[in-house]
């Protein structure tokens, strides 16, 4: 079994948290909210090592054909609210991201707060929603960082 706080600094390097409005022909788009680590094909192992571990997802098979030096990736998908709700957020509020992908988690979380109290049914909701999603990891490692100094490491 694999150490969560491994799982963790990968998902800090390898993973993708992200927030996608899907357009159906609805007055208002649909929220989708999408955890995902892509790897080259041989690294499935690891893949399906996090996969036990986390407890949900699936993993597909990707083929860069088009791209030919690319070499073929599989990619562990998470897109059930459920499984986000309540076992994506949980594990990585346990074992916290430490680098930059923890503001993008951040900004997930928030989203799924939202889609639990069913604001993105409302067009106000979906306001905040996309202001969520654009506001830039910057800002957020600006709020947490004083630039400009530099100290020994």
Excluded at 45 to 68: F, H, P, S
Excluded at 96 to 118: G, H, M, N, S, W
Aim: charged share 30%; hydrophobic share 35%.
């Amino acid at each position: 079994m694999l150490n969560p706080h491994y799982i963790s600094g990968f998902v800090d390097g390898e993973g993708c948290f992200s927030i996608s409005f899907n357009k159906n022909g609805k007055r208002l788009p649909e929220v989708r909210l999408i955890f995902e680590i892509e790897v080259r094909e041989d690294d499935e192992t690891i893949l399906r090592e996090i996969q036990k571990v986390l407890g949900c997802g699936n993993i597909y098979r990707l083929d860069y054909e088009r791209y030919a030096k690319w070499r073929p990736h599989v990619k562990l998908k998470v897109s059930n609210f459920n499984d986000i709700s309540q076992k994506i957020i949980p594990f990585f509020q346990k074992y916290p991201l430490k680098a930059k992908k923890r503001y993008d988690f951040e900004k997930f979380c928030q989203v799924a707060e939202l889609i639990k109290t069913k604001q993105h049914l409302l067009a106000e909701g979906i306001e905040q929603i996309r202001s969520i999603k654009c506001r830039d990891s910057l800002d957020a490692l600006d709020a947490h960082v004083q630039w400009g100094t530099t100290e020994a490491i």
